[in-house]
Structures are given as structure tokens and as C-alpha cells.
């Protein structure tokens, strides 16, 4: 099972930085790090890693340390024999990943997990869920998220319908401001329809007591006085 990583840890330590979209994802993100990883496919401290690397934009030493603190087993073993001569300075997150990859994940899952990102779109996931399953399957099909804009633009065409037509001006903006963007809107369309919901009852139940009203008050006339 996955070793859990301590969120109010890495946030006393300065790793997280307090943006609204870390508050949003916080119960998510914590859920995920206790999932349990079996040494089928041990990626999950990866998916971990590049999930909180997003949250809490972490730097690539954390990411690093970050995912390879939750390896056991085989992925442990591997890791201590791999890193021995590396400068860890320099190595870089997505060469990790890459190397992670090649190592536990055969190549028939690579091309159907690469196949499933190159289909991705949000569909009933909230933002938070889209994101994830976004960086989890993205680094399986590199090739298309290899620029800022080609990346901005697989994420907003996969949004729904209402935040993807929001977010079109904003293609060319960091992924990062792409994403909390991506957060706050959705956060309005909830609030908005909370506000109608609440304004429907509050009107329906203004209606059953006019009518109610209106059927006593002949009676109530007619023995007046």
C-alpha cells in the first residue's frame, strides 16, 4: 500500500502555495495519495506526484521526492539502483517519468493509455477529476502536449461545452491560470444554479400561500363584523 503523504506537511514547510484552486482540491488530492499501488503496475506514486505537482506546484526536486518517498517493492529497488551516480539536482521530472514508465508499464498499456488521453474530454468529471485523469494519461501521449498551446488546447477542447467556450481567450495563458480559471467558473455555474434552485422554492412556496390565502378570505369576509 502507498505510504500517505502528510498535506499540512508539505503546506508548514512552504512547498504549497495557498491559491483557490489548492483549497478546492485538497480532499481529492489527499483521497488519491492513499490509494493503494500494487506491484502490477506501481504507478501510482507517480500519479500521486504529478497530481500534487499540479495542486500545489510543486518545484521538480519535490516531485521527485514526492513520488519516489511512496515507492515499495520492485519500484523501490529499482530506484535506489537507478539513482546511485545520478546528480538528483538535474534530474528531471519528466525523464523520471519516462524511465518509470518504460520499466513498469508494458508497451500494450502504454499505447491503449495513450490511445484513451488522445480521447479524453471531462464528460461528468468535475474539473478537479478532468485534470487528474489529464496529467495521469498525458505523459503516455507526449507527443501531444509538447508546447503550452498544444497543451492548453487538448485541456480546454476536452472541457464541457460551457467552460471550454470560456476559456478559448485564455488559450494562450500559463496551464496553471488555465486550470484555476477553469476552477472558478465552474464554482459560479454551481453557485448560479444553488441561487435559481433556492429562488424556485422560495417562489413556489409563495404561490401555495397566496392560494391558500384566497380560498378562506371569502369566508372570512362574509362573517366579518
Known amino acids: 500500500m502507498a505510504r500517505k503523504y502528510n498535506l499540512r506537511s508539505?503546506?508548514?514547510?512552504?512547498?504549497?502555495?495557498?491559491t483557490a484552486a489548492n483549497a478546492a482540491a485538497t480532499a481529492t488530492?489527499?483521497?488519491?495519495?492513499?490509494?493503494?499501488?500494487?506491484?502490477a503496475t506501481n504507478t501510482v506514486p507517480v500519479n500521486v506526484g504529478e497530481m500534487m505537482a499540479q495542486l500545489l506546484q510543486l518545484t521538480e526536486v519535490q516531485k521527485l521526492e514526492l513520488a519516489t518517498h511512496q515507492l515499495e517493492g520492485a519500484a523501490l529497488f529499482w530506484w535506489n539502483s537507478w539513482k546511485e551516480g545520478l546528480d538528483l539536482t538535474t534530474l528531471t521530472?519528466?525523464?523520471?517519468?519516462?524511465?518509470?514508465?518504460?520499466?513498469?508499464?508494458?508497451?500494450?498499456?502504454?499505447s491503449q493509455l495513450s490511445d484513451e488521453f488522445s480521447k479524453l474530454t471531462q464528460e461528468g468529471r468535475t474539473v478537479i477529476e478532468y485534470v487528474t485523469k489529464f496529467n495521469?494519461?498525458?505523459?503516455?501521449?507526449?507527443?501531444?502536449?509538447?508546447?503550452?498551446?498544444?497543451k492548453n488546447e487538448k485541456f480546454i477542447k476536452g472541457l464541457n461545452h460551457y467552460l471550454s467556450k470560456s476559456l478559448i481567450p485564455f488559450d494562450a495563458e500559463l496551464f496553471d491560470r488555465v486550470f484555476d480559471l477553469a476552477l472558478?467558473?465552474?464554482?459560479?455555474?454551481?453557485?448560479?444554479?444553488?441561487?435559481?434552485?433556492?429562488?424556485?422554492?422560495?417562489?413556489?412556496?409563495?404561490?401555495?400561500?397566496?392560494?391558500?390565502?384566497?380560498?378562506?378570505r371569502p369566508y372570512d369576509q362574509r362573517h366579518r363584523g
Do not use: C, M
Not at 29 to 39: G, I
Open 93 to 110: 521530472w519528466a525523464d523520471f517519468k519516462i524511465r518509470f514508465d518504460w520499466k513498469f508499464v508494458p508497451t500494450a498499456i502504454r
Open 136 to 150: 495521469e494519461l498525458s505523459r503516455y501521449a507526449p507527443y501531444l502536449i509538447d508546447t503550452q498551446e498544444k
Open 10 to 18: 508539505t503546506e508548514s514547510n512552504g512547498i504549497g502555495k495557498g
Open 29 to 39: 488530492a489527499t483521497a488519491a495519495v492513499a490509494t493503494t499501488a500494487t506491484e
Open 184 to 216: 472558478k467558473y465552474e464554482e459560479k455555474k454551481k453557485q448560479f444554479k444553488e441561487g435559481n434552485a433556492k429562488a424556485g422554492e422560495t417562489s413556489r412556496g409563495s404561490h401555495f400561500q397566496q392560494r391558500d390565502g384566497n380560498r378562506y
